[in-house]
Protein backbone atom coordinates (compact mmCIF):
# COMPACT_ATOMS: atom_id res chain seq x y z
CA UNK A 1 0.00 0.00 0.00
CA UNK A 2 1.46 3.38 -0.83
CA UNK A 3 1.69 5.14 2.46
CA UNK A 4 1.23 8.86 0.88
CA UNK A 5 -1.65 8.17 -1.04
CA UNK A 6 -3.28 6.58 1.87
CA UNK A 7 -3.22 9.84 3.87
CA UNK A 8 -4.47 11.76 1.01
CA UNK A 9 -6.89 9.54 0.10
CA UNK A 10 -7.87 9.79 3.75
CA UNK A 11 -7.70 13.94 3.66
CA UNK A 12 -9.53 14.31 0.32
CA UNK A 13 -12.48 11.69 2.80
CA UNK A 14 -12.08 14.02 6.11
CA UNK A 15 -12.43 17.10 4.27
CA UNK A 16 -15.30 16.63 2.17
CA UNK A 17 -17.10 14.83 5.22
CA UNK A 18 -16.47 18.46 7.13
CA UNK A 19 -18.00 20.33 3.65
CA UNK A 20 -21.31 17.89 4.22
CA UNK A 21 -21.14 18.18 8.46
CA UNK A 22 -21.74 21.94 7.58
CA UNK A 23 -24.13 21.78 4.66
CA UNK A 24 -26.43 19.46 6.65
CA UNK A 25 -27.02 22.28 8.87
CA UNK A 26 -28.26 24.43 6.48
CA UNK A 27 -30.54 21.84 4.51
CA UNK A 28 -33.62 22.14 6.44
CA UNK A 29 -36.43 22.44 3.49
CA UNK A 30 -36.98 20.67 -0.12
CA UNK A 31 -35.32 23.57 -2.00
CA UNK A 32 -32.17 23.70 -0.01
CA UNK A 33 -31.91 19.79 -0.29
CA UNK A 34 -32.46 19.87 -4.28
CA UNK A 35 -31.36 23.41 -5.41
CA UNK A 36 -29.17 24.89 -2.54
CA UNK A 37 -31.84 27.29 -2.23
CA UNK A 38 -31.03 28.79 -5.20
CA UNK A 39 -28.43 30.87 -3.87
CA UNK A 40 -25.11 30.05 -5.34
CA UNK A 41 -23.15 32.88 -7.57
CA UNK A 42 -22.50 32.93 -11.10
CA UNK A 43 -18.73 31.79 -10.60
CA UNK A 44 -19.53 29.42 -7.88
CA UNK A 45 -21.76 27.38 -10.28
CA UNK A 46 -19.62 27.89 -12.82
CA UNK A 47 -16.95 25.87 -10.92
CA UNK A 48 -19.13 23.27 -9.70
CA UNK A 49 -20.90 22.34 -13.33
CA UNK A 50 -17.17 21.90 -14.28
CA UNK A 51 -16.59 19.89 -11.34
CA UNK A 52 -19.50 17.84 -12.11
CA UNK A 53 -18.72 17.55 -15.76
CA UNK A 54 -14.78 17.06 -15.38
CA UNK A 55 -15.69 13.70 -14.37
CA UNK A 56 -13.75 10.26 -14.18
CA UNK A 57 -14.36 9.86 -17.95
CA UNK A 58 -12.81 12.94 -18.27
CA UNK A 59 -9.68 12.64 -16.46
CA UNK A 60 -9.41 9.19 -16.78
CA UNK A 61 -10.89 7.79 -19.22
CA UNK A 62 -9.70 10.76 -21.72
CA UNK A 63 -6.40 10.63 -21.36
CA UNK A 64 -6.63 6.66 -21.44
CA UNK A 65 -8.03 7.11 -25.06
CA UNK A 66 -5.46 9.44 -25.99
CA UNK A 67 -2.87 7.60 -25.14
CA UNK A 68 -4.05 4.34 -26.47
CA UNK A 69 -6.19 5.15 -29.53
CA UNK A 70 -4.56 9.33 -30.32
CA UNK A 71 -6.43 11.47 -32.42
CA UNK A 72 -9.31 9.34 -32.06
CA UNK A 73 -9.45 9.60 -27.95
CA UNK A 74 -9.29 13.77 -28.64
CA UNK A 75 -12.48 13.58 -30.02
CA UNK A 76 -13.63 13.16 -26.41
CA UNK A 77 -12.56 16.20 -25.76
CA UNK A 78 -13.88 18.39 -28.84
CA UNK A 79 -16.89 16.96 -27.91
CA UNK A 80 -17.52 18.04 -24.13
CA UNK A 81 -16.59 21.02 -24.99
CA UNK A 82 -18.50 21.76 -27.99
CA UNK A 83 -21.87 20.89 -26.26
CA UNK A 84 -21.47 23.63 -24.02
CA UNK A 85 -22.23 26.03 -26.98
CA UNK A 86 -25.87 24.01 -27.33
CA UNK A 87 -26.47 24.39 -23.32
CA UNK A 88 -25.33 28.01 -23.41
CA UNK A 89 -27.53 29.37 -26.39
CA UNK A 90 -30.43 26.85 -26.62
CA UNK A 91 -31.52 25.44 -23.57
CA UNK A 92 -29.87 27.27 -19.72
CA UNK A 93 -32.01 30.36 -19.97
CA UNK A 94 -35.59 28.42 -20.72
CA UNK A 95 -34.76 25.52 -18.39
CA UNK A 96 -34.22 28.11 -15.24
CA UNK A 97 -37.26 30.13 -16.26
CA UNK A 98 -38.79 27.27 -16.74
CA UNK A 99 -38.26 24.62 -14.16
CA UNK A 100 -37.87 24.47 -10.01
CA UNK A 101 -36.06 21.59 -9.33
CA UNK A 102 -35.93 18.96 -11.27
CA UNK A 103 -35.99 18.28 -15.58
CA UNK A 104 -39.36 17.38 -15.94
CA UNK A 105 -40.77 20.45 -13.60
CA UNK A 106 -39.62 22.43 -17.01
CA UNK A 107 -41.84 20.06 -19.82
CA UNK A 108 -44.41 19.89 -16.85
CA UNK A 109 -44.95 23.66 -17.26
CA UNK A 110 -46.71 23.65 -20.57
CA UNK A 111 -47.73 19.94 -19.96
CA UNK A 112 -48.96 19.74 -16.43
CA UNK A 113 -49.24 15.53 -17.38
CA UNK A 114 -48.54 12.56 -15.09
CA UNK A 115 -47.09 10.48 -18.18
CA UNK A 116 -44.98 13.26 -18.84
CA UNK A 117 -43.65 13.57 -15.62
CA UNK A 118 -42.94 9.97 -14.85
CA UNK A 119 -41.47 9.41 -18.53
CA UNK A 120 -38.75 12.19 -17.71
CA UNK A 121 -38.27 11.13 -14.42
CA UNK A 122 -37.40 7.61 -16.02
CA UNK A 123 -34.58 9.06 -18.38
CA UNK A 124 -33.62 10.77 -15.51
CA UNK A 125 -32.99 7.52 -13.20
CA UNK A 126 -31.57 5.63 -16.78
CA UNK A 127 -28.85 8.68 -17.81
CA UNK A 128 -27.79 9.19 -14.05
CA UNK A 129 -27.33 5.58 -13.88
CA UNK A 130 -25.03 4.66 -16.42
CA UNK A 131 -23.28 8.10 -15.96
CA UNK A 132 -22.91 6.57 -12.04
CA UNK A 133 -21.48 3.33 -13.45
CA UNK A 134 -18.92 4.76 -15.31
CA UNK A 135 -17.63 6.66 -12.38
CA UNK A 136 -17.32 3.41 -10.16
CA UNK A 137 -15.81 1.59 -12.71
CA UNK A 138 -13.08 4.57 -12.70
CA UNK A 139 -13.22 4.29 -8.36
CA UNK A 140 -12.37 0.77 -8.61
CA UNK A 141 -9.20 0.68 -10.76
CA UNK A 142 -7.89 3.80 -9.18
CA UNK A 143 -8.31 2.44 -5.48
CA UNK A 144 -7.37 -1.15 -6.48
CA UNK A 145 -4.01 0.60 -8.46
CA UNK A 146 -3.13 2.24 -5.42
CA UNK A 147 -3.88 0.41 -1.99
CA UNK A 148 -3.79 -2.67 -3.64
CA UNK A 149 -7.98 -2.98 -2.66
CA UNK A 150 -9.98 -5.45 -5.02
CA UNK A 151 -11.97 -3.90 -7.20
CA UNK A 152 -15.47 -4.71 -5.24
CA UNK A 153 -14.51 -3.33 -1.86
CA UNK A 154 -13.04 -0.35 -3.57
CA UNK A 155 -16.79 0.14 -5.47
CA UNK A 156 -18.49 -0.24 -2.01
CA UNK A 157 -16.25 2.29 -0.64
CA UNK A 158 -17.00 4.82 -2.77
CA UNK A 159 -21.08 4.28 -3.04
CA UNK A 160 -21.08 4.50 0.96
CA UNK A 161 -19.59 7.98 0.71
CA UNK A 162 -21.20 9.36 -1.96
CA UNK A 163 -24.51 8.37 -0.02
CA UNK A 164 -23.68 10.10 3.22
CA UNK A 165 -22.72 13.09 1.10
CA UNK A 166 -26.32 13.34 -0.44
CA UNK A 167 -28.22 12.27 2.63
CA UNK A 168 -27.14 14.90 4.98
CA UNK A 169 -25.90 17.39 2.91
CA UNK A 170 -28.33 17.53 -0.06
CA UNK A 171 -26.88 19.83 -3.19
CA UNK A 172 -25.49 22.26 -0.95
CA UNK A 173 -22.77 19.96 0.09
CA UNK A 174 -22.53 18.27 -3.32
CA UNK A 175 -21.94 21.84 -4.72
CA UNK A 176 -19.35 22.82 -2.56
CA UNK A 177 -17.52 18.93 -2.70
CA UNK A 178 -17.65 19.82 -6.44
CA UNK A 179 -15.81 23.54 -6.40
CA UNK A 180 -13.42 22.09 -4.21
CA UNK A 181 -12.95 18.95 -6.14
CA UNK A 182 -12.37 21.69 -9.91
CA UNK A 183 -10.21 23.37 -7.92
CA UNK A 184 -7.59 20.18 -7.31
CA UNK A 185 -8.33 18.81 -10.55
CA UNK A 186 -7.16 21.83 -12.47
CA UNK A 187 -4.29 22.17 -10.24
CA UNK A 188 -3.52 18.92 -10.44
CA UNK A 189 -3.92 18.64 -14.12
CA UNK A 190 -1.78 21.95 -14.89
CA UNK A 191 1.01 20.34 -12.81
CA UNK A 192 1.37 17.34 -14.76
CA UNK A 193 0.55 19.62 -18.33
CA UNK A 194 3.97 21.42 -17.53
CA UNK A 195 5.81 18.53 -16.81
CA UNK A 196 4.76 16.82 -19.99
CA UNK A 197 5.48 20.08 -21.74
CA UNK A 198 8.95 20.74 -20.29
CA UNK A 199 10.16 17.76 -21.58
CA UNK A 200 9.52 18.38 -25.21
CA UNK A 201 11.05 22.00 -24.82
CA UNK A 202 7.81 23.61 -24.41
CA UNK A 203 7.76 23.12 -28.01
CA UNK A 204 4.23 21.92 -29.83
CA UNK A 205 5.90 21.34 -32.87
CA UNK A 206 8.51 18.95 -30.83
CA UNK A 207 5.81 17.15 -29.22
CA UNK A 208 3.48 15.92 -32.17
CA UNK A 209 7.11 15.43 -33.73
CA UNK A 210 8.21 12.90 -31.03
CA UNK A 211 4.74 11.38 -31.01
CA UNK A 212 5.13 9.95 -34.59
CA UNK A 213 7.58 7.82 -33.18
CA UNK A 214 6.58 6.94 -29.38
CA UNK A 215 3.94 4.43 -29.92
CA UNK A 216 3.30 1.18 -31.92
CA UNK A 217 0.78 3.33 -34.09
CA UNK A 218 3.65 5.51 -35.48
CA UNK A 219 2.32 8.39 -37.23
CA UNK A 220 -0.74 7.34 -37.71
CA UNK A 221 -1.38 8.30 -34.01
CA UNK A 222 -1.78 11.76 -35.05
CA UNK A 223 -4.14 10.66 -37.17
CA UNK A 224 -8.10 9.82 -37.25
CA UNK A 225 -9.22 6.19 -37.22
CA UNK A 226 -7.54 4.01 -35.11
CA UNK A 227 -9.93 2.93 -32.75
CA UNK A 228 -13.20 3.97 -34.79
CA UNK A 229 -12.68 2.72 -38.12
CA UNK A 230 -16.05 3.36 -39.49
CA UNK A 231 -16.92 6.79 -40.33
CA UNK A 232 -20.44 6.53 -39.27
CA UNK A 233 -19.19 5.41 -36.03
CA UNK A 234 -16.92 8.56 -35.39
CA UNK A 235 -20.24 10.44 -36.39
CA UNK A 236 -22.74 8.80 -34.28
CA UNK A 237 -19.63 9.69 -31.15
CA UNK A 238 -19.54 12.96 -31.61
CA UNK A 239 -23.20 13.84 -32.26
CA UNK A 240 -24.02 11.92 -28.73
CA UNK A 241 -21.11 14.05 -27.01
CA UNK A 242 -22.43 17.70 -28.97
CA UNK A 243 -26.05 17.17 -28.28
CA UNK A 244 -25.70 15.02 -25.17
CA UNK A 245 -25.02 17.38 -22.46
CA UNK A 246 -28.07 19.51 -22.72
CA UNK A 247 -29.68 16.31 -22.04
CA UNK A 248 -27.81 15.13 -19.16
CA UNK A 249 -30.23 16.07 -15.75
CA UNK A 250 -27.22 16.40 -13.44
CA UNK A 251 -26.16 18.94 -15.53
CA UNK A 252 -29.10 20.67 -16.28
CA UNK A 253 -30.44 20.84 -12.50
CA UNK A 254 -27.29 22.99 -11.83
CA UNK A 255 -28.88 25.39 -13.05
CA UNK A 256 -31.75 25.71 -10.88
CA UNK A 257 -29.04 26.65 -7.84
CA UNK A 258 -28.60 30.54 -8.81
CA UNK A 259 -31.32 32.97 -8.29
CA UNK A 260 -32.07 33.84 -11.96
CA UNK A 261 -31.65 32.98 -15.57
CA UNK A 262 -28.51 36.08 -16.08
CA UNK A 263 -26.91 34.30 -13.03
CA UNK A 264 -27.54 30.86 -14.90
CA UNK A 265 -26.18 32.32 -18.16
CA UNK A 266 -23.10 33.30 -16.50
CA UNK A 267 -22.20 30.16 -14.68
CA UNK A 268 -22.37 28.63 -18.40
CA UNK A 269 -19.70 31.08 -19.41
CA UNK A 270 -17.53 30.55 -16.71
CA UNK A 271 -17.90 26.69 -16.85
CA UNK A 272 -17.14 26.88 -20.60
CA UNK A 273 -13.78 28.86 -19.81
CA UNK A 274 -13.07 26.13 -17.17
CA UNK A 275 -13.72 22.82 -19.22
CA UNK A 276 -11.99 24.58 -22.25
CA UNK A 277 -8.90 25.14 -20.76
CA UNK A 278 -9.03 21.76 -19.06
CA UNK A 279 -9.92 19.45 -21.95
CA UNK A 280 -6.53 21.40 -24.18
CA UNK A 281 -4.72 20.03 -21.29
CA UNK A 282 -6.04 16.16 -21.96
CA UNK A 283 -3.83 16.21 -24.60
CA UNK A 284 -0.52 16.55 -22.85
CA UNK A 285 -1.39 13.95 -20.28
CA UNK A 286 -2.52 11.88 -23.19
CA UNK A 287 0.73 12.40 -25.18
CA UNK A 288 2.49 12.15 -21.90
CA UNK A 289 1.04 8.64 -21.31
CA UNK A 290 2.02 7.81 -24.67
CA UNK A 291 5.23 8.52 -24.65
CA UNK A 292 6.70 8.01 -20.86
CA UNK A 293 4.38 4.99 -19.58
CA UNK A 294 3.52 3.18 -22.81
CA UNK A 295 0.68 1.49 -24.25
CA UNK A 296 1.34 -2.31 -22.76
CA UNK A 297 2.75 -0.58 -19.27
CA UNK A 298 -0.78 1.15 -19.15
CA UNK A 299 -3.23 -1.90 -20.67
CA UNK A 300 -1.24 -4.39 -18.15
CA UNK A 301 -2.63 -2.40 -15.01
CA UNK A 302 -6.31 -1.62 -17.15
CA UNK A 303 -7.11 -3.22 -20.33
CA UNK A 304 -9.11 0.08 -20.65
CA UNK A 305 -6.65 2.69 -19.97
CA UNK A 306 -7.86 4.57 -17.49
CA UNK A 307 -4.78 4.65 -14.94
CA UNK A 308 -3.37 6.35 -17.36
CA UNK A 309 -3.22 9.60 -15.68
CA UNK A 310 -1.94 8.63 -12.25
CA UNK A 311 0.97 6.41 -14.36
CA UNK A 312 2.02 9.21 -15.95
CA UNK A 313 2.22 11.12 -12.68
CA UNK A 314 4.00 8.47 -10.89
CA UNK A 315 6.47 8.07 -14.48
CA UNK A 316 7.48 11.98 -13.73
CA UNK A 317 7.21 13.15 -10.20
CA UNK A 318 7.75 9.41 -8.40
CA UNK A 319 5.69 8.71 -5.84
CA UNK A 320 4.31 11.57 -4.04
CA UNK A 321 2.81 13.27 -7.75
CA UNK A 322 1.50 9.56 -8.31
CA UNK A 323 -0.48 9.68 -4.96
CA UNK A 324 -1.90 13.40 -5.40
CA UNK A 325 -3.28 12.72 -8.93
CA UNK A 326 -4.61 9.76 -7.96
CA UNK A 327 -6.53 11.46 -4.61
CA UNK A 328 -7.63 13.86 -7.00
CA UNK A 329 -8.96 11.90 -9.20
CA UNK A 330 -10.88 10.20 -6.07
CA UNK A 331 -12.03 13.51 -5.23
CA UNK A 332 -13.36 13.76 -8.78
CA UNK A 333 -15.06 10.72 -8.84
CA UNK A 334 -16.87 11.55 -4.85
CA UNK A 335 -17.74 14.75 -6.30
CA UNK A 336 -19.80 13.47 -9.93
CA UNK A 337 -21.32 10.53 -8.18
CA UNK A 338 -22.73 12.19 -5.51
CA UNK A 339 -24.07 14.80 -7.78
CA UNK A 340 -25.72 11.96 -10.29
CA UNK A 341 -27.29 10.53 -7.04
CA UNK A 342 -28.95 13.75 -5.98
CA UNK A 343 -30.05 14.16 -9.46
CA UNK A 344 -31.78 10.67 -9.69
CA UNK A 345 -33.18 10.53 -6.06
CA UNK A 346 -34.56 14.21 -6.76
CA UNK A 347 -36.45 12.51 -9.70
CA UNK A 348 -37.98 9.64 -7.85
CA UNK A 349 -38.55 12.09 -4.67
CA UNK A 350 -39.99 15.32 -6.37
CA UNK A 351 -41.36 13.71 -9.33
CA UNK A 352 -42.31 10.13 -8.91
CA UNK A 353 -43.38 10.26 -5.36
CA UNK A 354 -44.30 14.36 -4.87
CA UNK A 355 -46.55 14.48 -8.18
CA UNK A 356 -47.40 10.77 -8.88
CA UNK A 357 -47.74 9.17 -5.95
CA UNK A 358 -48.77 11.56 -3.33
CA UNK A 359 -50.05 13.87 -6.59
CA UNK A 360 -49.01 17.02 -5.22
CA UNK A 361 -49.63 16.87 -1.77
CA UNK A 362 -46.06 15.59 -0.35
CA UNK A 363 -45.28 17.72 2.37
CA UNK A 364 -41.15 19.47 2.65
CA UNK A 365 -40.45 16.72 5.11
CA UNK A 366 -42.42 13.64 3.57
CA UNK A 367 -40.42 14.39 0.22
CA UNK A 368 -36.74 14.87 1.85
CA UNK A 369 -37.01 11.19 3.91
CA UNK A 370 -38.02 9.92 0.09
CA UNK A 371 -35.05 11.76 -1.44
CA UNK A 372 -32.60 9.89 1.07
CA UNK A 373 -34.18 6.49 0.82
CA UNK A 374 -34.41 7.20 -2.43
CA UNK A 375 -30.29 7.93 -2.63
CA UNK A 376 -29.48 5.06 -0.88
CA UNK A 377 -31.82 2.33 -3.84
CA UNK A 378 -30.17 4.44 -6.50
CA UNK A 379 -26.29 3.84 -4.54
CA UNK A 380 -26.95 -0.08 -4.74
CA UNK A 381 -28.20 -0.54 -7.98
CA UNK A 382 -25.27 1.54 -9.64
CA UNK A 383 -22.84 -0.42 -7.52
CA UNK A 384 -24.25 -3.87 -8.73
CA UNK A 385 -24.43 -2.81 -12.39
CA UNK A 386 -20.72 -1.63 -12.13
CA UNK A 387 -19.71 -5.22 -11.30
CA UNK A 388 -19.95 -6.04 -14.79
CA UNK A 389 -18.75 -3.81 -16.54
CA UNK A 390 -15.23 -3.71 -15.08
CA UNK A 391 -13.38 -3.87 -18.06
CA UNK A 392 -14.36 -0.89 -20.16
CA UNK A 393 -13.09 2.63 -20.87
CA UNK A 394 -15.22 5.20 -18.45
CA UNK A 395 -14.79 7.75 -21.61
CA UNK A 396 -16.84 5.26 -23.68
CA UNK A 397 -19.19 4.49 -20.74
CA UNK A 398 -20.10 8.17 -20.07
CA UNK A 399 -20.51 8.30 -24.14
CA UNK A 400 -23.45 5.92 -23.58
CA UNK A 401 -24.83 8.57 -21.09
CA UNK A 402 -25.03 11.11 -23.35
CA UNK A 403 -26.36 9.60 -26.51
CA UNK A 404 -29.42 8.61 -24.15
CA UNK A 405 -29.77 12.23 -23.09
CA UNK A 406 -29.29 13.08 -26.49
CA UNK A 407 -32.14 11.09 -27.84
CA UNK A 408 -34.31 10.98 -25.39
CA UNK A 409 -34.21 14.71 -23.42
CA UNK A 410 -33.08 16.98 -26.06
CA UNK A 411 -35.87 16.78 -28.56
CA UNK A 412 -38.38 17.58 -25.93
CA UNK A 413 -36.75 20.08 -24.03
CA UNK A 414 -36.32 21.89 -27.37
CA UNK A 415 -40.19 21.34 -28.88
CA UNK A 416 -41.31 22.63 -25.60
CA UNK A 417 -39.87 25.81 -25.78
CA UNK A 418 -39.85 26.31 -30.16
CA UNK A 419 -42.56 24.32 -30.94
CA UNK A 420 -45.93 25.73 -30.65
CA UNK A 421 -48.16 22.80 -32.36
CA UNK A 422 -45.78 20.35 -30.01
CA UNK A 423 -48.55 18.56 -27.65
CA UNK A 424 -48.37 15.76 -24.79
CA UNK A 425 -48.45 12.60 -26.38
CA UNK A 426 -45.25 13.96 -28.92
CA UNK A 427 -43.62 14.39 -25.85
CA UNK A 428 -44.25 10.99 -24.03
CA UNK A 429 -43.76 9.38 -27.45
CA UNK A 430 -40.24 11.02 -28.66
CA UNK A 431 -39.12 10.41 -24.97
CA UNK A 432 -40.03 7.06 -24.90
CA UNK A 433 -38.71 6.44 -28.42
CA UNK A 434 -35.84 7.77 -28.31
CA UNK A 435 -35.03 6.19 -24.76
CA UNK A 436 -36.10 2.99 -26.07
CA UNK A 437 -34.11 2.88 -29.13
CA UNK A 438 -31.15 3.60 -27.60
CA UNK A 439 -30.96 1.20 -24.80
CA UNK A 440 -31.95 -1.47 -27.35
CA UNK A 441 -29.31 -0.51 -29.97
CA UNK A 442 -26.16 -0.64 -26.68
CA UNK A 443 -27.87 -3.66 -25.86
CA UNK A 444 -26.96 -4.96 -29.80
CA UNK A 445 -23.77 -3.42 -30.60
CA UNK A 446 -19.95 -3.98 -30.14
CA UNK A 447 -20.05 -2.75 -26.62
CA UNK A 448 -21.96 -5.32 -24.80
CA UNK A 449 -21.01 -8.20 -27.73
CA UNK A 450 -18.09 -9.38 -28.82
CA UNK A 451 -16.17 -12.96 -30.38
CA UNK A 452 -13.35 -13.00 -27.98
CA UNK A 453 -14.10 -13.32 -24.24
CA UNK A 454 -13.16 -10.79 -21.93
CA UNK A 455 -13.55 -7.71 -24.87
CA UNK A 456 -17.34 -6.80 -23.78
CA UNK A 457 -19.94 -7.85 -21.51
CA UNK A 458 -21.08 -11.11 -23.39
CA UNK A 459 -19.45 -13.33 -25.90
CA UNK A 460 -21.12 -13.22 -29.27
CA UNK A 461 -20.79 -11.52 -32.39
CA UNK A 462 -23.09 -8.01 -32.15
CA UNK A 463 -26.34 -7.26 -34.69
CA UNK A 464 -25.52 -3.37 -34.87
CA UNK A 465 -22.34 -2.90 -35.45
CA UNK A 466 -21.69 0.68 -34.52
CA UNK A 467 -20.56 1.56 -30.66
CA UNK A 468 -22.51 4.46 -30.65
CA UNK A 469 -26.21 4.47 -31.41
CA UNK A 470 -26.29 8.39 -31.27
CA UNK A 471 -26.83 9.02 -35.43
CA UNK A 472 -29.89 6.65 -35.29
CA UNK A 473 -31.62 6.91 -31.68
CA UNK A 474 -31.43 10.98 -31.91
CA UNK A 475 -33.17 11.43 -35.15
CA UNK A 476 -35.52 8.71 -33.93
CA UNK A 477 -36.36 10.59 -30.69
CA UNK A 478 -36.78 14.22 -32.75
CA UNK A 479 -39.10 11.78 -35.17
CA UNK A 480 -40.90 10.20 -32.06
CA UNK A 481 -42.00 13.59 -30.88
CA UNK A 482 -42.98 15.21 -34.40
CA UNK A 483 -45.01 11.96 -35.01
CA UNK A 484 -47.12 11.45 -31.80
CA UNK A 485 -47.71 15.27 -31.93
CA UNK A 486 -49.63 14.78 -35.43
CA UNK A 487 -51.20 11.93 -34.89
CA UNK A 488 -52.75 13.87 -32.09
CA UNK A 489 -56.07 16.62 -32.03
CA UNK A 490 -54.49 17.67 -29.05
CA UNK A 491 -53.71 21.51 -28.90
CA UNK A 492 -52.98 24.30 -26.70
CA UNK A 493 -51.73 27.38 -27.94
CA UNK A 494 -52.53 29.91 -25.54
CA UNK A 495 -50.00 27.58 -22.80
CA UNK A 496 -47.27 27.68 -25.56
CA UNK A 497 -47.67 31.47 -26.09
CA UNK A 498 -47.49 31.58 -21.81
CA UNK A 499 -44.37 29.51 -21.99
CA UNK A 500 -42.37 31.86 -24.78
CA UNK A 501 -42.95 34.56 -22.09
CA UNK A 502 -42.12 32.75 -19.34
CA UNK A 503 -39.20 30.91 -20.94
CA UNK A 504 -38.04 34.54 -22.12
CA UNK A 505 -37.83 36.63 -19.43
CA UNK A 506 -38.78 34.31 -16.65
CA UNK A 507 -42.30 36.48 -16.03
Given at each position: ?334 AVVAGL ?11 FYGHIV ?150
Amino acid sequence: MNVTAFILFIAIVVLTLVITFYAAKRTNSTSEFYTAGGGLKGWQNGLAIAGDYMSAASFLGITGSIALAGFDGFFYSIGFLVAYLVVLYLVAEPLRNLGKYTMADMIAARFDNKKVRGVAALNTLTISTFYMIAQLVGAGGLIKLLLGIDMYTSVLIVGVLMTVYVVFGGMTATSWVQITKAVLLMGGTLIISLIVFAKFGFSVTAMFEHMKTATPLKELFLNPGNKYKVPLDTISLNMALVLGTAGLPHILTRFFTVKDARTARSSVVYATWIIGVFYVMTMFLGFGAAAFVGSKAITSVDPGGNMAAPLLAKALGGDFLFAFISAVAFATILAVVAGLVLTAASAFAHDFYGHIVRKGSATDKEQMKAARWASVGVSIVSIILSLFAMKLNVAFLVSLAFAVGASANLPVILFTVFWKRFNTTGAIVGMLSGLLSCLILVALSPSVWNPVAGKAILVGAPLFTLSNPGIISIPIGFIGCIIGTLLSAQKDEAKYREIMVKANIGA
